[in-house]
């Protein structure tokens, strides 16, 4: 075997941290049946050649802690006996499991921002295995979904059902509104890039409209200061500015008026 197989399967960590060693050895464990798998190693009762190549290789990618471990545990078989090999491992690691602090993980467990309920319910699967809840596995899922899904719609729509949800009818239900959410955000983003030509066209227009209407303001306000200002300097130059207009047109009026007078 060269190093890059050999990488494939890191050695099993039998020190770190033993609240989760029993369920950290069953991932390993599944990780290495797979890969024997891929190698050929099939188990059958006419090949004992590959009973004993597996369990070699078993050995020898857990590592040299495994190792040591095997080497003092009862009824580990002979060199041929993989499966002898595999139970002796099985009942010195998997009876570690704490049940409490598995369950205790299991309720720790919330959705992650964009992920589906069907990709969380992976993740509650996976860790409801050490609860021994049993027959009630699948109910306990399902209420970790509806206790801890992050759609308020989603919520409603599972509350409706009442003592009628299944857990496939919660992943059914769930999926459905994350496709009807997806489609909607489409359709939204669909408005917005749409005729972007006329769109720029109508903010050019309110513009354009803003500002003619300040530049009718602007020349409105100037005539009312010019008006203003007349009125209060003819004010101060005349008393009789309420009766004439401050022009030449009044003073003619005026002369006519004092030769009449004559």
């Not at 069907?118 to 295995?129: G, N």
């Not at 409706?160 to 496709?179: H, S």
Request: contains cysteine.
């Amino acid at each position: 075997m060269d190093d890059n197989e050999r990488n494939h399967i890191k050695t099993f960590d039998c020190y770190g941290d033993q609240n989760t060693l029993g369920l950290r050895w069953k991932r390993w464990l599944t990780a290495f049946e797979l890969f024997a798998d891929g190698k050929g190693l099939i188990l059958n009762e006419e090949n004992v050649n590959n009973r004993q190549r597996r369990r070699a290789l078993l050995l020898h990618l857990a590592g040299t802690d495994v190792q040591d471990i095997f080497s003092t545990l009862p009824n580990t078989g002979d060199v041929k006996d993989y499966k002898k090999a595999v139970d002796a491992l099985n009942a010195y690691f998997v009876p570690q499991v704490d049940t409490m602090y598995a369950r205790h993980c299991f309720r720790q467990l919330t959705q992650a921002p964009g992920e589906t309920i069907r990709q969380f319910a992976t993740r509650l699967r996976r860790a409801v295995k050490d609860c021994s809840y049993g027959e009630d596995t699948d109910n306990q899922i399902r209420d970790e979904i509806l206790c801890k899904c992050s759609n308020t719609y989603i919520k409603r729509k599972l509350l409706e059902e009442g003592r009628g949800l299944t857990l496939a009818k919660a992943l059914e239900i769930a999926e459905n509104c994350e496709k009807v959410d997806t489609q909607l955000a489409a359709m939204s983003l669909e408005r917005k890039e749409e005729n972007p030509a006329v769109i720029r066209r109508i903010r050019e227009t309110r513009r354009g409209s803003g500002k003619k209407n300040q530049s009718r303001k602007n020349q409105r306000s100037a005539k009312e200061a010019c008006v203003g200002g007349s009125i209060e300097r003819w004010d101060e130059d005349d008393s009789q500015a309420t009766q004439e207009p401050p022009s030449e047109e009044g003073d003619i009026i005026k002369e006519k008026k004092r030769r009449k007078d004559k």
